[in-house]
């Protein structure tokens, strides 16, 4: 009894630690640790905040890259409009 008690053992401390360096056992471990320090809304607010400052930053990105592909066009539709072409490729002689 007492054998198998400590086989019991020596399997399991591996085995939780393996578990425990995880990602599920570090998630788990960071939600212990706000739940423990009361921050679940204060972390909320932060996130928030964070996820907010994201939005704008993607929004004006989003905003550069419309303008540059109007410009883009603009550029493309003149050049259509003069008539020019692309020079001669090497294949042609």
């Given at each position: 009894?007492?054998?198998?008690?400590i086989?019991?053992?020596?399997?399991?401390?591996p085995?939780l630690?393996?578990?425990?360096?995880?990602?599920?056992?570090?998630?788990l471990?960071?939600?212990?640790e706000?739940?423990r320090?009361?921050g679940?809304?204060?972390?909320t607010?932060?996130r928030?905040?964070?996820?907010?400052g994201?939005?704008d930053r993607?929004s004006?990105?989003?905003?550069?890259?419309?303008e540059?592909?109007?410009?883009?066009?603009k550029?493309?539709e003149?050049?259509?409009g003069?008539?020019a072409?692309?020079?001669?490729g090497e294949d042609?002689s």
């Amino acid at each position: 009894m007492f054998l198998q008690l400590i086989l019991i053992l020596v399997v399991l401390i591996p085995l939780l630690a393996i578990v425990l360096d995880s990602k599920v056992g570090q998630a788990l471990a960071s939600r212990l640790e706000g739940r423990r320090l009361g921050g679940g809304e204060d972390i909320t607010a932060e996130r928030v905040a964070y996820l907010e400052g994201e939005v704008d930053r993607l929004s004006s990105e989003v905003r550069r890259l419309d303008e540059e592909s109007e410009f883009l066009h603009k550029l493309l539709e003149e050049r259509r409009g003069q008539g020019a072409s692309l020079p001669p490729g090497e294949d042609d002689s």
